[in-house]
C-alpha cells in the first residue's frame, strides 16, 4: 500500500513502540500532525515551548529506559530544541527528534523558516540525517532508534522536508538494521576483566566509583551485587545516584565539588579504582593533576572508548556494554570461590568511618528561624518515604536534593548534569510522569531556573500531570551568588533578581494548588497534604528558604579531591 | 609528534564536515584533509596529517572511530608507509628563467603540463620535503600559484585498509 512519508512517520513509530511523542506544530510538519490526527495508538503531548519538548522527551527516556520522542517544525521549532538536544547529549539520553524542514527544492535558499538544522545540530547529536527522499525514510528512522538505544546512547535527529513528508512510496519497516560503520561492543575483552578482577581481590584500599553508564546500562542490580561480594565502598556521580542504595552502609554518597567528605577522601585514597559508566569530569575530580599525583590502579569499563584514558590514564581499560562486563566480573568470582574479604579490608572500613564520622552533610534547622533548603529536602524525603521520582533544575537546590534526598533505586533521579541546564526540571517531571503514571514525581527547583520552563505548568494543566513542585526560593540565583560570595569578594554582581513573581498565585492562575511556606512548622504538613488532599492535582510549593544558605562540603574549581572546605568555618 | 591518519568512511554528504567538525571542536590540530571516494563509491577515503602527543592522537583516533559513518581508522605512521602529494605550480617563464626553470624541472623529476610564451604549469609528485625542497629551489618571485593537494598515504606491503 502507497502511504504519504507523515503515514510512514506514523507507522514507524507504532513499530518502535512508541507511546508519546512530545511535540509542537508548525508549516514543514502539518502533514505529519496531520497523519497524527488520523490515529489513535501514539499520544501527542502538546508543550508551549519545543524545549520543553526535547526535554519531556528526555525525562522519559530517563524515568523509563526508552527512547524519547520529539516532533518540531523547521527553523524557529528547530532552534528552539537546540538546548534540549544539547542536554540530553550531554548526558548521553537516547531521544529521537523530529525536525520538519522547507520543501527539498528551496533547500539552500533562505526560505521561509530555513535553518540548517542538520548543521546546526551537527556538534551536539550523536547522529543526525536530512532525509532527501522519502523512499529512504523508513529505514532511516529504523536507524536513527537503533543508533540512539545502543552502544552509548544519544540524540539522534532525523530532518524532513515538507514534500517528503507529503511524496507518497510503499511502506516497508526493517525488522533489523546493519550497518558496516556502526557496531558498539558489548562483551568485555575476558583477559582485561580476570586482570580487573585479580586487581580488586588484592586491594587493600578499593573502591567502586559508579557514573551514569550503570544507570544508562540498567546495571545497579549488578553493580550492587558486586559491590557486595567484594565488600567494597561505592560512591556514585550525580548521574548516577540511585545506582547503588543511598542506605546502604557501603554508599558513600557522591563524590565531587559537592560530594561527602568521606566519598571524595575514599576515591583519593583508594589503591584499586573500579570506574564504571564514569568519566573523571572535572565535577568529580577536579585537578587531574592533583588526581594522578597519588599512586592508584585504575580499571576503568566504559562502552565508549573514548571516555576510557581520556582525562586519567587507566591502567585496566575494559570497553563494553556494563552489565554485560559486571555479570563477567560475579561469573569470574564465583568460578574463583570468594573467601570474604572482610578482615583484609578492615583498616580500609575503619578509616572510612572515621572520615564519616566527620558528619559533612549535617545541618541545624532552628525552629523558629528560617526555613533551611537542607531540611526541605529530608523532609520530603520522610513525607515519600525515599519512594518519590525527583528531578531538579540546577544550582544550590539540585545540589541539596542530591545530597539529602537518599535514592534507593535507579531512575528516580533526573537532572541534567553534563550541560547544567537551568530550565529542565519541569519538563523532566512531565516526561517522568508520563513514563511512570503510578509514582510520585516532584520536582525541585529555584526561582530562577523553574522561570526557564514555567510555561509548562499550562501543558501540565491541560494533560492534568498531578506534579508537585517544590521551589526552594532564596531570591537569588543561589551557585552564581555562593560563588560570588566565596571566591569573588561579595561582589554580587547580576545574582540578584528583583520583581519574582508571587509562584503561589502563579501557579493558581494556571489552574492548579500554589502554597507559600514560610514558616519551619507548616512545611511537613503541607507536604503531607500535597501528596493527600492534593493527591490528583499539581501542586506548587513555594518554600522561602535562607537566601544566605551555601552549599557545602565545596571543593573549589581546579582544586583537588582532598582540598574540601566543609563549612563557612573552613574559610 | 606528526601522524598521518587514513580514515575509512561513508561517502554521504555530510561526512567531511562531521570530520572537520570534530578537530575543530575539540582543538586538535590539522594539517592536511584529503579525501575521495574509493574503488567502492559509497566509501570514501581520507587522509588527514595531524600532531599532538600520544594522548592526544589516541583521542583523535578515538573520536574518529566514534563517529557513526566511520568505518575504519588506521593510523599510518605507526608502521612503514608512502605518502604522496601532488602539486601544480605557475611560474613565470620568459627569457633566462625560462631555460632555468626547464632545468630545475627535470632535476626533480616534475613535469611540465601547459605551456604559454610567459608562464609554465609544473606538476611535481612526492612527499612533502621534495615539494617543499622544489619550492626552496626555484626563485620565488617566479611563482606565480602554488596548488598542493595535501597528503595521501598508504600502508607498505600486506598492510591493507579495507571495509
Ligand atoms: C540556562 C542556564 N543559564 C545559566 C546557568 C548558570 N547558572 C547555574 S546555577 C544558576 C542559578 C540558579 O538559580 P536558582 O534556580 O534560583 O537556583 P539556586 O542556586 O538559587 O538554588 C545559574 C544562573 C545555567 N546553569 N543554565
Ligand atoms: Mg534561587
Redo the contacts between chains.
Sequence with gaps: MLLTGAEIVVQCLQRENVKYVFGYPGGAVLHIYDAFFQQDEIRHVLVRHEQAAVHAADGYARASGEVGVALVTSGPGATNAVTGIATAYGDSIPVVILSGQVPTAMIGQDAFQEVDT??IT??CV??NF?VKDVAELAETIKKAFH?ARTGRPGPVLVDIPKDVSAAKCEFHYPETVT????NPVVKGHQGQIRKAVKALREAKRPILYAGGGVILADAADELTALARRLEAPVTTTLMALGAYPASDRQFLGMPGMHGTYEANLALHHADVVLAVGARFDDRVIGSPEHFAAEPRTIIHIDI???SI??RV?ADLPIVGDVRHVFADFLRILDEEGLSAPSEALAPWWERIEQWRARRCLAYEQPSDGLIKPQYVIDTLWKVTKGEAIVTSDVGQHQMWAAQYYRFDHPRRWLNSGGLGTMGVGLPYAMGARFARPEAPVVCVTGEASIQMCIQELSTCKQFRLPLKIVNLNNGYLGMVRQWQELFHGGRYSESYMDSLPDFAALARAYGHVGIRVDHPADLQPVLERAFTEHANELVFLDVRIDPRENVYPMIQGGKGLTEMILSADDL | MRHLISVL??NES?AL??VA?LFS?RGYNIESLTVAPTEDPSLSRMTIITSGSD?II??IT??L??L????KVVDLSEAPHLERELMLLKVRATGKDREEMKRMTDIFRARIVDVTDTTYVIELTGNQGKLDAFIQAIDPALILETVRSGVCGIGRGERVLR?
Design positions: 542538520v548543521g551537527r556538534p550523536k547522529h536530512l543508533i550497518m558496516r560503520s556502526y565508549d572508548p573514548s584514558s581520556k590514564k | 568512511i561513508e555530510g564536515s562531521r567538525g571542536a594522548e589516541e583521542q578515538k573520536q572511530n566514534k557513526i559513518e566511520t568505518v571495509a
